[in-house]
């Protein structure tokens, strides 16, 4: 089956899942990327009534008012029941990489923000440790290569993305060659570095669900 497919199938079963707990007074919220995007196309299709949905990119929110959903506030709705959102690697714990989109610090607003956090992806995502995928990082302008230093010495090898602004107006880098047997303390020891917005590390705040696309199946995966 190709990628694409488990994306939208994968997206189908996080809809099933949800479906009951929709209704016009409910707002969830929808993260970035390419099988976010399929979760927002199901939702569009199904009908279902639902008072909109928080978006966590500006491309998302576009998605979203393109079919019709309205977009909110996260400052105007409270706490989320549900957030549904993608992710570039998950390890057993489900604790993830984000960020490949650029997306990663408005997706951790909300997620820290939804009482369940529904992540799905393809079976290429599943690690046993992060890190094969390079971490993005957040970074203001200005603090480019003081981070880039500070990111060295924690062993990584920090590379700027060019031609990438995010939605906030800030930079991202990516870091290569980590293994991550510790994603809470890296998370935390990385936001501290002064200049850094956030990392793309859900360790804090992982995934409550991974629903897994297979060739055959979907995994419904709960953290240990
Ligand atoms: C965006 C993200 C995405 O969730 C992640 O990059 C996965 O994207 P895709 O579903 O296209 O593989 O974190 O910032």
Known sequence: MSQDAKKRRVADAAFEIIRNKLDANTPIGIGTGSTANCFIDVLAASQVELLGAVASSEATAERLRSHGIEVLELNSTGPLPVYVDGADEADPRLNLIKGGGAALTREKIIAEASREFICIADDSKR??????FPL????IPMARSVVGRALLELGGDPEYRQDCTTD???IILDVYGLSIVDPKGLEAAI????GVVTCGLFARRPADTLLLSTDTDILE???D
């Open 127 to 132: 690690v046993d440790v992060l890190g094969a």
């Open 191 to 194: 936001n501290q570095i002064p």
């Open 168 to 170: 906030n107006g800030n």
């Open 221 to 223: 995966l709960s953290r």
């Open 136 to 139: 993005p990082v957040e970074v």
